[in-house]
Structure formats: C-alpha cells, structure tokens
C-alpha cells in the first residue's frame, strides 16, 4: 500500500520546487522576524527605517539558508526513492539525517553526525505525527456499527437514563 502523492512534479523538477518553496518561506518568516526586530532595535523615530535595513539585509540570509536545505532535502529524497523503489516514511527520516550531517560537515565529522541524529528524530517525529494525524481523520478506516434490521430500536440503556 502506497500513500505516495502522484500530484507532485517528477523528481528532478520537485527538487527545483521544493528549493523555491523553502526559499520563499524563509524570505518571508525572516522578513517577518527581522523586521520586527529592526524595529524593536532602532530609536523612536526611526523604527521604520530599522525595520526595512534589517530585512534588506537578514531576511535574503534567512531565505537563501532555507532554500538550501529545502533543496538538499529534496535532492537525498528523491536520491532514495531511487535507491530504494519505495515511499514511505524512512526515505524522509533518511533524507532528513543525511541533510543534517551534510549541512553540519564543515564543523567537523562529530558535529556533523550529531548534526544528522538530530535531523533525523526531528523528521522521524514530523513523519510520526503526519501518520497518527492521518489515522485521527481518516473517515474510511473508522469502524462503523452495522444497521439495525427492519425498525428495530437500540436497547434502553439504563447507565445513560440515570437510573440504576
């Protein structure tokens, strides 16, 4: 049983997708934040000019970091589903553990395996929570009582009449 998304792009072109998506999140949650916070930093009369410096000048950052690990996630996700001829949750939490060591190797191969566990669990909880959250809404898997036959009521029940 496959809960694939066949409405994606094919997988070269979902790299490139995700990457602008990431990007354009990280653009605009650090415009945000950045913003703010210029404004919180700069004098009274100047909150406004702050506020457009510090975007003008961190938010761009924000975005670019972002867009890269939005594209090297997707990059080693649709890596692994090749490798593997699968898609489930693994290939995330896969993907995810590879882009933090990958991000983080610079620093050394200690951080950047610390790096990778972490980006891993973190995934690992997303795909959990993504899985149990499908199963709380998803009407078709309930199991439903069968109907009564021909006018039959249900049995009084006396726990719900108040009566013992």
Request: aromatic residues 10%; glycine residues 18%; proline residues 7%.
């Amino acid at each position: 049983m496959s809960n694939a998304d066949h409405t994606r792009d094919p997988c070269p072109w979902v790299i490139l997708n995700d990457f602008g998506g990431a990007f354009s999140m990280g653009a605009v949650g650090g415009g945000i934040w950045y913003g703010i916070k210029g404004a919180r930093n700069s004098p009274r009369g100047e909150r406004f000019v702050g506020a457009i410096s510090s975007i003008k000048a961190r938010a761009p950052v924000t975005g670019g970091n972002f867009g890269v690990w939005g594209g090297m996630f997707s990059t080693f996700d649709c890596a692994i589903k090749g490798w593997r001829q699968k898609e489930d949750a693994w290939n995330a939490i896969i993907s995810g553990f590879m882009t933090g060591g990958c991000l983080a190797l610079r620093s050394g191969p200690r951080s950047a395996f610390g790096s990778a566990i972490a980006c891993g669990i973190l995934l690992g909880v997303f795909e959990g929570v993504g899985v149990l959250m499908s199963r709380v809404f998803s009407e078709g898997a309930r199991p439903q009582m069968a109907p009564l036959p021909g006018g039959m009521a249900p049995p009084p029940s006396s726990t719900l009449s108040g009566t013992q």
